[in-house]
Structures are given as structure tokens and as C-alpha cells.
Nanobody, 115 residues
Framework: QVQLVESGGGLVQPGGSLRLSCAAS????????MGWHRQAPGKQRDLVAM???????NYADSVKDRFTISRDNAKNTVYLQMTSLNPEDTAVYYC?????????WGQGTQVTVSS
């Protein structure tokens, strides 16, 4: 089993920045993909960004050039640096890990962008 613990959410003003972290523990294999999805009230959960074991990344069009995903393999941790935040970024952000045994999700962390 794999456990994911997210941190770093909160309230930020428009134009501000936040960094989310997600630490994986348990039976984490060597090759895995990690990433972030988000879900706003009344909307479906959408992919924000992902990073594979080789460091390759993929972003939703709405966050390109504003968000950066990175990972520390030694710590089994993925980060999401978010800049130029706007109210449309308000959502619960969920970390995920995909490996050969399945897909695992964190509990979610709230990000609210408001003045």
C-alpha cells in the first residue's frame, strides 16, 4: 500500500503564489508517475500536472507557464509551485501516484484564491 500526504494549501490573494507538497510512503516502487488533479465545487476532477519517473512533465493548458511540477525521488515527494494564481484556480488539489500496483490518491488540500 502507498500513502500520500499533501500539504501547502491555503488562502492566497490573486496574483500570489503557493507551493504544494505531496509525500509518498509505504510500498513505493522505483518507477512511478506522480501528479496533481484539482476539483472545484460542482465540477469534475481535472488533471493539473504530472511528472514521470524520468522527469517528463505534462500540464493542463490553463496552468502552463504559471505552475511548475517537480519531484525529489530520494524523498518520494512531488511539488507543485503555483504562481500568478487567480480565482479560477480555487479548488481542492489532490495528489496522485501511479505505479505498477495501481493508482493512489491523497486526501486533498484546499487552495482558495480570493481578495
Amino acid at each position: 500500500q502507498v500513502q500520500l500526504v499533501e500539504s501547502g494549501g491555503g488562502l492566497v490573494q490573486p496574483g500570489g503564489s503557493l507551493r504544494l507538497s505531496c509525500a509518498a510512503s509505504g510500498s513505493v516502487g522505483r518507477l512511478y508517475q506522480m501528479g496533481w488533479h484539482r476539483q472545484a465545487p460542482g465540477k469534475q476532477r481535472d488533471l493539473v500536472a504530472m511528472i514521470n519517473s524520468a522527469g517528463g512533465t505534462n500540464y493542463a493548458d490553463s496552468v502552463k507557464d504559471r505552475f511548475t511540477i517537480s519531484r525529489d525521488n530520494a524523498k518520494n515527494t512531488v511539488y507543485l509551485q503555483m504562481t500568478s494564481l487567480n480565482p479560477e484556480d480555487t479548488a481542492v488539489y489532490y495528489c496522485h501516484l501511479r505505479d505498477l500496483t495501481g493508482v493512489y490518491w491523497g486526501q486533498g488540500t484546499q487552495v482558495t484564491v480570493s481578495s
